[in-house]
């Protein structure tokens, strides 16, 4: 069977699953059976499709029909520069988790904490942006911090970050000029609404931290104010709703020059805080 041939059938059985992007998934898929980069495809349209690929390219077709994402799939996902690894028990990166990066990348910084870092892709991508800085990343999840020591290891990163299996700040010394993190923020009632992509594939506890979503926000702010210089910063992702209630947590304890900042959507996507004070010692390059 022509590569070409495979391609179009696996579209129309992921059109048939009812699967959105089902084009886009199916190239990536074949891609990734075929060990190509996925922009590379093209090249070769016209091969012959080796029986071996073919049959990882019908697992793969069946995995995503029951939706699994295609990122747990091929293992990987691009996130700012680089690709990271991507597990069950990590949320896939988001492309509008880049906002969070971008903001955090203003201002110059030498030290920074990231708080439930998952794969670390924010982390990693943070400190790949800024050579002299170091960073702490936390994660309740071992498996996570796994995969997260996996990306810093494949990224030459290793050496610039320490890994702590720790609730938020427990365990976590020193001061920051930067503090950043990418909460589980969904409510218990919206749980239901999500995707089975979201829902039914990526680790619930990454997700939720159950009623009203804003637990992990009142943890954050209650322990990142001692946890920074004066002058330091905190980002945080947020719920497109979250904007007010999470400013108002931050101001009452003591952050001040609070920021919104929207996404390519223009929904409030990060909140940016800064703690009064002279401006952090930092590494701008």
């Known amino acids: 069977m022509k590569v070409q041939i495979a391609l179009m059938l696996g579209m129309r059985q992921l059109e048939g699953a009812g699967i959105e992007g089902a084009s886009t998934d199916a190239r990536r898929l074949l891609a ?11 090249r070769a349209v016209n091969d012959e499709l080796p029986e071996e ?17 295609v990122a747990q799939i091929i293992g990987a996902r691009a996130f700012w520069t680089h690709e990271f690894r991507v597990t069950r028990d990590t949320l896939d990166p988001r492309p509008e988790t880049e906002l969070l990066v971008e903001v955090a990348l203003e201002a110059p910084f030498a030290r920074v904490l990231d708080l439930g870092t998952g794969t670390g892709c924010v982390v990693l991508s943070l400190l790949a942006e800024r050579p002299g800085a170091k960073g702490v990343a936390t994660d309740i999840s071992e498996p996570a911090l796994a995969v997260a020591q996996e990306n810093a290891a494949r990224l030459k990163l290793s050496e610039r970050v320490q890994f702590l299996h720790s609730d938020w700040f427990h365990g976590v010394e020193g001061r920051f000029d930067l503090i950043v993190s990418n909460p589980p923020y969904i409510t218990e009632a919206e749980m239901d609404e999500l995707a089975p ?50 400013s108002a947590m931050l ?35």
């Open 251 to 285: 101001a009452a304890q003591g952050f001040d020059l609070l920021e919104l900042r929207q996404d390519l959507g223009g929904r409030d996507r990060v909140v940016l805080a800064h703690r009064p004070g002279g401006a952090p010692s930092g590494n701008a390059g």
């Open 53 to 69: 690929c073919h049959k990882r390219y019908l697992k793969y077709l069946s995995a995503r029909e029951s939706r699994q994402p």
């Open 197 to 246: 992509e979201v829902r039914d594939w990526e680790p619930h506890s990454a997700l939720t931290p159950g009623g009203d979503g804003l637990g992990a926000y009142r943890a954050i702010a209650f322990g990142a104010f001692a946890r920074l210089r004066p002058g330091g910063r905190l980002a945080v992702e947020i719920g497109p709703t979250q904007g007010a209630a999470v």
């Open 32 to 42: 990734h059976a075929l060990d190509l980069p996925a922009e590379r495809l093209f």
